[in-house]
């Protein structure tokens, strides 16, 4: 993993942020009571990392909370059976690492930087130290985590019970929720993502994802080119991911 820390401006970044400012600015850390973002604000401490950099790996130390401010990251969980499937995109404003709160905890997740990133990180004891001194974070970062344990077990039905079809359908109405985008052809994705990106998000194989966007272009749902995926006709694709499409 190479880290690049940071004080103030990164030469590869285009403008330089206050901690307070991208705290205020987050969808999950903004509401928090003012006090508890000048305090998060203090603790803070700027980080770079580069595309394809690793933030963590799963099972390592849980060691730091971080939050995004520019760029996106990926988490993706190995199984039991080997099977590496992408659990989700965290992008501006969104937290990833809560289970540092927890004491001698591990990652249950791997988080690899997808584009150069601007993080906030704050470590474990700087972590404990600021939740019992701000109860709201310790609130706030324990419903994310359960939040996103949730998310993973959902994930793992859809992949025991769900035909393929449906498990691509629902991934990719999860993306437009987290990263879409208006645009004249319908929502674009506004992520890198690759046909074998989806084949590692609903447990199934590159041939067959292809094969199935294929058909779905072919029908009008969805319009897809190198690395972009645009949902034409999103209440389709519902239909689809609901198995409601009589196919």
Same mark, same amino acid.
């Given at each position: 993993m190479r880290w690049r820390k940071q004080v103030g401006q990164s030469p590869s970044m285009a403008s330089p942020v206050d901690p307070g400012t991208a705290l205020a600015a987050s969808s999950q850390l903004g509401g928090l009571p003012a006090a508890t973002l000048r305090a998060l604000a203090t603790g803070a401490t700027w980080h770079t990392a580069g595309r394809h950099d690793y933030l963590f790996h799963q099972g390592d130390d849980a060691s730091h909370l971080y939050l995004v401010v520019d760029g996106r990251v990926k988490l993706t969980q190995v199984g039991a @059976?080997?099977?590496?499937? =992408? +659990? $989700?995109? =965290?992008?501006?404003?969104? =937290?990833?690492?809560? =289970?540092?709160? +927890?004491?001698?905890?591990a990652y249950p997740v791997t988080g690899e930087v997808l584009e150069t990133a601007r993080l906030l990180a704050w470590p474990h004891d700087e972590l404990l $130290?600021? !939740?019992? @001194?701000?109860?709201?974070?310790? %609130?706030?970062? &324990?419903?994310?985590?359960?939040g996103r344990m949730?998310?993973?077990?959902? *994930?793992? *039905?859809?992949? !025991? &019970?769900? $035909?393929?079809?449906? $498990?691509? /359908? *629902?991934?990719?109405l999860r993306l437009v929720r987290q990263a879409g985008r208006r645009t /004249?052809?319908? +929502?674009?994705?506004? %992520?890198p993502l690759s046909r074998q990106d989806l084949a590692e998000m609903t447990g199934t194989t590159l041939f067959t994802v292809s094969r199935t966007l #294929? !058909?779905?272009? #072919? /029908?009008?749902? +969805?319009?897809v080119g190198r690395e972009r995926v645009v949902v034409v006709h999103p209440h389709r694709l519902v239909a689809i991911a609901e198995d409601l499409d009589g196919d």
């Open positions: @059976d080997g099977q590496e499937v =992408i +659990v $989700r995109h =965290i992008g501006p404003g969104e =937290i990833l690492g809560g =289970i540092a709160l +927890v004491e001698g905890a $130290r600021l !939740a019992a @001194d701000h109860p709201q974070l310790a %609130l706030l970062t &324990t419903g994310v985590i359960a949730h998310e993973l077990q959902e *994930r793992f *039905r859809e992949l !025991a &019970t769900q $035909r393929v079809a449906q $498990r691509l /359908a *629902r991934a990719l /004249a052809e319908g +929502v674009e994705i506004d %992520l #294929s !058909a779905w272009e #072919s /029908a009008g749902v +969805v319009a």
